[in-house]
């Protein structure tokens, strides 16, 4: 935030004079505020708040245009949700980046904004401006951008300048617009995941109520169009054309509902895979490579765009693209690639699946830390009932209790997939239960980091929220727990 508030050249001035006046001193966050502010003479009103005050400021924006005065204006709304201790919050000095798309995509030059009763110039040097930072220091305050002579679309928070969770009223084809369009690429992304997480939201609840799922086409056709523009940087691409998580979608709902969510996240993969087919299997021929590994950017992108890609064929379970993938895992040069294909072919049960896991194993036994990547594989699988599978592997000759990052890697990983750890039945949760005793004997700090995966249990639903109470009190109820688990579970019980 103070990079996007001074500029480059400013924030490197602050910097200087931080060291300046700090070398081989200890130094507060108010030293190094006071360094960037005294360096550039610059009014940063009630920046500190961002150390003093918890909590995620949330940001609503609504823009309207005026045809007659060709202006925009931009109001904007803060609220920083009440915290344990600090039930009353102040506003927060809130750098937003912003830019405006005209109706054929392009940048418009920002010329001046009328703020708090003064016209301010944008301009700088006769250079056209693309990409101006608002300061929004009050609860409510608006901007009003002029020599706007079409109804623009806006492009907010650019860069991502500030962390807070922002609200807008931009229309979903306005969003698609950005998707398509955007010059900033972190907003380009931002657009198509807020489409996606509404998208995925809407269809949970078709989910819920028994509906057919059916996917938006406009959806597919911009997420096509990204895949297919060589412009982009393929790590871009590669995200862009990634879902947000089930965990994530799970945080929206009132009631995280664990199955619904990863069958909706399922079918849209599916979904996109089939219609996205020809696209994502050029995407693959065209990303291979047989030339000697390189750690470098271009490798690192073009390997990321070839692995999205390959997971989404993959979930066919089509024989041609099984093939495909084993094809990558064969021929594959590096661990990058054979993990990933490894981890394109273990999406799906079967004889496949349990070869090349074997295989990857036989190859890469010797390799400790490869090991618990393998392990962490399995265990946050979603192959239905795969506690049974998890349960196995801590029979297996390189799995120890004793050793804390083989416990993170399988049972970590257990407790990082929503549908088995969640299950229904309450599988995944005893197993955690039975876990967390015999590891609290051994090691009582890496017990507690373990029973933390249930602090959440009330954002399920009542059956869940059961199950997993049981599962606490039963941890408490324990002759001789340690304090750091009693600590942890007592805590996640009162919450």
């Keep these: 935030m103070y990079k996007t508030l001074l500029g480059s050249q400013g924030f490197r001035k602050g910097m200087d004079l931080y060291f300046k006046r700090h070398d081989g001193q200890a130094v507060t966050c108010e030293d190094f505020f006071a360094a960037m502010r005294d360096a550039n003479g610059a009014d940063f009103a009630n920046f500190l708040q961002w150390y003093s005050q918890a909590g995620t400021p949330s940001v609503k924006v609504s823009s309207s245009y005026n045809a007659e005065a060709h202006t925009l204006s931009l109001k904007f709304s803060q609220e920083v949700p009440p915290t344990p201790g600090q039930p009353v919050k102040e506003p927060m000095f809130i750098p937003v980046a912003v830019g405006l798309l005209d109706s054929t995509g392009k940048e418009i030059p920002l010329s001046s904004v009328y703020h708090d009763g003064t016209l301010q110039s944008v301009a700088s040097n006769n250079q056209p401006v ?45 969003l698609f617009f950005l998707l398509a369009h955007d010059a900033d690429e972190f907003n380009r992304w931002e657009a198509g995941q807020v489409l996606a997480r509404k998208l995925m939201l809407n269809l949970v609840a078709d989910f819920q109520q028994n509906k057919p799922l059916v996917l938006n086409q406009n959806f597919v056709d911009g997420l096509r169009s990204i895949l297919c523009d060589s412009s982009l940087d393929k790590e871009f691409i590669a995200k862009a054309i990634t879902l947000p998580g089930e965990g994530e979608i799970m945080d929206m709902m009132e009631i995280a509902d664990p199955d619904a969510v990863h069958a909706v996240r399922t079918f849209i993969r599916k979904q996109l895979a089939l219609e996205l087919k020809a696209e994502l299997l050029t995407t693959v021929e065209k990303n291979r490579s047989s030339e000697e590994y390189v750690f470098n950017h271009p490798n690192m992108a073009r390997r990321a765009l070839k692995n999205v890609a390959l997971a989404y064929l993959a979930l066919l379970e089509d024989p041609k693209y099984t ?46 830390l490869v090991v618990n990547k393998w392990f962490a594989l399995q265990a946050m699988s979603d192959i239905p009932g795969n506690v049974e599978n998890v349960r196995s592997l801590l029979n297996h000759p390189a799995f120890d209790m004793r050793n804390p990052n083989k416990v993170y890697s399988l049972i970590g990983g257990f407790c990082g997939s929503p549908v088995n750890f969640h299950a229904k039945d309450g599988s995944g949760y005893k197993f955690l239960g039975e876990i967390v005793l015999q590891l609290d004997k051994i090691n009582p700090q890496v017990a507690s980091r373990m029973v933390s995966a249930f602090s959440r249990w009330r954002r399920y639903d009542e059956t869940r929220q059961n199950l997993a109470k049981a599962q606490l009190e039963k941890i408490m109820s324990t002759n001789g727990l340690s304090e750091n688990v009693f600590e942890i579970a007592s805590k996640s019980l009162a919450a």
């Design 323 to 368: 093939e495909l993938a084993l094809h990558e895992y064969r021929t594959a040069t590096n661990m990058t690639e054979q993990f990933s294909a490894l981890v394109a072919i273990a999406q799906s049960p079967g004889k496949t699946r349990d070869d090349v896991l074997a295989d990857f194993y036989s190859k890469w036994q010797h390799d400790f």
């Design 130 to 174: 693309y990409t101006t930072v608002l300061r929004v220091t009050k609860k409510e305050e608006e901007f009003v951008f002029s020599d706007i002579f079409e109804r623009p679309v806006p492009s907010l928070l650019r860069g991502y300048s500030a962390p807070i969770r922002l609200e807008s009223d931009l229309t979903d084809s306005d």
